[in-house]
């Protein structure tokens, strides 16, 4: 059952008591998420923000998370952070909301968000979707962390993507209560190797913190409670300090004459260190929480673009109290990675206790707690594409990739080890249709990746569909793209195939496949040439063979018999030599002299109207070729070549029956005749063979073989026809033609 929401909203005072519990009410929380839209985002669209909450809703109806509350509590409060804790624009909105419809939810699709939403939501959520998948697989070992890092950058396309990720985690980590200590363990542990240094890196100081802490609690609970409480022991008494360290600070500032004449504002704050830092420095300095000098910081924010502010503000600051030696850095002139900017300094204050002081402008502030996120606060409208394409922004993208090499002060043994090789600039992912992520060297194709899925899929692969979209074998990939193959059993592959290969797998198995093929043509088409000599009854000698591979430029006899096969060979080449073998043989037969004295002698065949010719199946004659008949009778007569050895042997027992015949005392019959063409291979040459030979009307076409060697054209036209002086005149009109150098009868 879907449900659908009444916009009218009431006011904020009138629904949020200090106790209210998201998921009791879905129409009292879509009605607190709009009031948080209107208080945060510069501009809206309500009724789009209401869509995605009902889709939201919809999908996850019935559905519970560990802890017992409403599926769609979670995505809500995603969607939360997203707008007050980092913050993003409207479609990180409405994104966060449906980051999790696709997944988990059975009534919308990839398409339903993007006709719904637009093209970009839907693919923010898409790619929130590919890392959960890979999320789910269990980042356990170094190996799974270091390939997850990388994938993050993969979908670098759209900032929104991993902003949204790490509000997904804070929410998740913020419940984890409710899953068992393996859970736990598992979600802290890939919280610290993962999401907290990419918080920090992308400036979220403020939720990195929060991760780090919240991982730090479930990781070594004893530890976390006992600074905790130390802190707590201590609470009272380091606020009263930061009270009046801060007084002579606030008291000489607000009598500076430049800070008046320039209208400077100003605000001083002081803050505690959280406790997962607690807890590193008291490793890495082997001191007890009490030596600590800096459990907390005192922090300058002015409201001026003026960067020289800030120097002249620490200058004041240096003079109330003073420095530490070498504890002065400056973050403005040298901003971090992740374009933090700030003035830090220790100095000594009261009771002779170090505190650390920070001074900044507002701006540099705002980056400081927000990150990249601030430019959506401050550009409302910006879509995520212009603010990637942007000059700086791009470079401090660029410098993030760079914490690979360089993992700054948040360096772990995991993100050290995996960064040594930077094999993240030479690596792709891209996704199988069921979101297994596959890793493929850069500039790999479809065709790659169907032989990574599985050779037979390989084999057998005639297209790809990229992110929905047909596309060629050859299509090269791109980080986060979804990757179905398309096959047929009908399908073979080719050498051409290697040129569009990059990886090992895929050559190799193409090597394989064309080796295999080879050898099978090699034995298939040595039987047909065994087959072919011996049906004419000839055999080659060494010499022959090499001349025939020469005039069809084959190196190998074993090429030559794959050609046969695999029916790439000049047929009409092959034909043309084994005729005038065969040719050679039979003028090498000797005629007696008696046949030849005897063929002057021998009476003409007496044609009738009643008598009946045939011609001789044994050696089926031609227009064009010397004849001869054999007489059965008065009324019956065969007509064979004059070399046929059934002469012969009539010669020896019945020479009587003999006569002397031509072609044009013969009554019309229609033969097959073989015509060999030679030319220039160019534009409609067929057709104009087929034209000429159509023009001269004196024979019809029975059948075309066609063969073409670089710019040569070479064909053999079988035609019916029906006496020498019709051949004649085909091979006139045949000659006519532009580019054909020769036109002859295949003998």
Known sequence: MKLSFDLGLRKKSELITDDYRLGENPQNDLTLLLNECKLHLPKFDENRIKKAFEMCYNAHLNKLRKSGEPFYTHPLEVARIVMREIPLDEDAVVAALLHNVVDEGELYSYDDIKHEFGVEVAQIVDGVSKIKYVESQHINSEVQAENYRRLLLALFKDVRIILIKL??????????????????????????????????????????????????????????????KALQLTRKEREEYIVKFIEPIEKVLSKDELLKKLKIKYEITGRAKHIYSIYNKTILRQKSIDELYDLFAVRVILDTDDRNMCFYVYGIVAGIYPPVPETFKDYISAPKKN?????????????????????????MHLVSEKGVAAHFKYKSGVKSSSLIEDVHLQKWMDDVREIFENAGDEKTPELLESVRRNLFIEDIYVFTPANELKKLPRGATALDFAFEIHTKVGYHAIGAKINGRVAPLYYKLENGDRVEILVSKNQKPTKEWLKWVTTGKASQALLKYIRDEIKRYEAEGKQIWTNKLKELGITLNDDEIEKLLKSLKFIHISDFYA??????VNQAKINDFLLRKVQEIQNDIPVTDEIQSLFSKIPNLEIHPNITLTYANCCNPKPGEDIIAVKLNKN????????????????NTHKEDL??????DLPEKSFLIEIRVIGDDREYMLQDITASIIKSGNASINSVNINTIDTIF?????????????INRVLEEILKINGIKQAEVVK
């Open 167 to 228: 509000a997904d985690r804070l929410h998740n980590m913020r419940t984890l209560e409710s899953l068992n200590k393996e859970s736990q363990e598992r979600a802290s542990r890939e919280t610290l190797e993962i999401y907290a240094p990419f918080a920090n890196r992308f400036g979220l100081r403020n939720i990195k913190w929060e991760l780090e802490d919240l991982a730090f609690k479930y990781l070594h609970p004893d530890k976390y409670e006992a600074i905790r």
């Open 659 to 664: 006569a002397k015949v031509s072609w044009e």
């Open 339 to 363: 374009g933090y900017q700030s003035i830090h300094s220790a100095v000594v204050g009261p009771s002779n206790k170090p505190v650390e002081v920070q001074i900044r402008t507002r701006q």
């Open 714 to 726: 070479d064909g053999v036209i079988t035609l019916k026809i029906n006496n020498k002086s019709n």
């Open 563 to 568: 050609a046969l096969a695999d029916k790439t």
């Open 636 to 651: 019956f007569a065969t007509i064979h070549k004059i070399e046929c050895s059934n002469v012969e042997k009539v010669l």
